[in-house]
């Protein structure tokens, strides 16, 4: 199963990028065994709309435009918090049943229009906090790496 990250902005260099780049390196050489690729990480641009539901659903287009079929994940502060261990095992079921892809949603500065949360097969949310979009990138694939360590019984993660 491929994994994707699909987000709205650019994440400029500094040490956000570095610790992207360095879970996504550690999650490309442990996916293999685990039958998963990726994560991939697709940036699409803000949009420029003046209203902020303007920019949502422009974002909205975007983001549709790149998602392939399979395991929606939108990460949304209105999301339900999960284990890492429950993560990993919605990661690790989908990988089972044959699903091709799972895309993970960072939404813009105005968050994720409703039409990604109704169509998203789980909301995810990393707390109630509200937290700068670099941070939520480096998370989401944090949280990608720490469920396939899981799926494989590696002991990077302490329950």
Excluded: N, W
Excluded at 33 to 46: A, F, I, K
Excluded at 71 to 95: C, K, M
Excluded at 99 to 111: E, K, M, N, Q
Excluded at 125 to 144: D, I, K, N, Y
């Amino acid at each position: 199963m491929r994994l994707a990250i699909i987000t709205v902005g650019r994440l400029k260099d500094g040490p956000e990028r570095d610790l992207c780049e360095r879970y996504r390196e550690r999650s490309h050489g442990l996916g293999r065994s685990l039958g998963l690729t990726g994560p991939d990480v697709t940036e699409l641009p803000e949009s420029r709309a003046r209203r902020p539901e303007e920019r949502k659903r422009d974002e909205a287009a975007a983001i549709l435009s790149k998602l392939s079929p399979g395991l929606l994940i939108a990460l949304d502060e209105r999301g339900r918090s999960l284990t890492s261990d429950a993560f990993a095992g919605r990661i690790a079921a989908a990988r089972d049943a044959g699903t091709g892809t799972a895309s993970l949603v960072i939404g813009g500065a105005d968050g994720l229009d409703e039409t990604i949360r109704d169509r998203a097969d789980l909301t995810l949310s990393f707390g109630a906090l509200t937290l700068p979009h670099q941070l939520v990138r480096v998370l989401a694939l944090e949280q990608l790496y720490r469920a396939m360590t899981i799926i494989a019984g590696h002991p990077y993660h302490r329950a």
